[in-house]
């Protein structure tokens, strides 16, 4: 009986744990689709500016060209975006357990940005295995607490 109950609790938590993920993944992908978006409008603009020299002869058809492709290149990449996006919702709706049209229907997810008073004001110790780490998480992580204390104010006691 307890085993079985512990197991569901597991199973919950679990599923609990993949909703939140799988949330987190769609809000990353609208901030990436939100960057995709503004490469769009500023390859748009470099391509009128292209145009513009061209006309003027200040730049040949080859430049005109690449301006252009860089649009398309730019495009095709917020498709797949958009298509990525489809199938989180789909994922989302069917982790929720309410069919995949459910995930079509959740709104589109913000990510939040914490004010740097919101972060902690110190590390955990990095042990001497993951300093010798060539993995770029590790090292993110010692810069990043390198940063947040040389930023303090020097009212605060190191």
Known sequence: QRAAEAEM???RITLAASVARTYNQLAQL???RDIAAREIDNRKTIGNITNGR???GLDTNVERQTANGNI???QANLSQIDGQ???VRYQLGALLGKGPDR??????PMLIRWPASRCPTTCPPISSRAAR???PRAGRSKARCTTSRKRRPSSIPT
Not at 103 to 108: D, K, S
């Open 9 to 11: 609790q597991q199973a």
């Open 30 to 32: 609208y901030a990436l």
């Open 54 to 56: 061209v006309v003027a």
């Open 72 to 74: 398309a290149t730019s």
């Open 85 to 87: 996006i489809e199938t």
């Open 103 to 108: 995930g079509l229907q959740i709104a589109n």
């Open 133 to 135: 780490t060539s993995s």
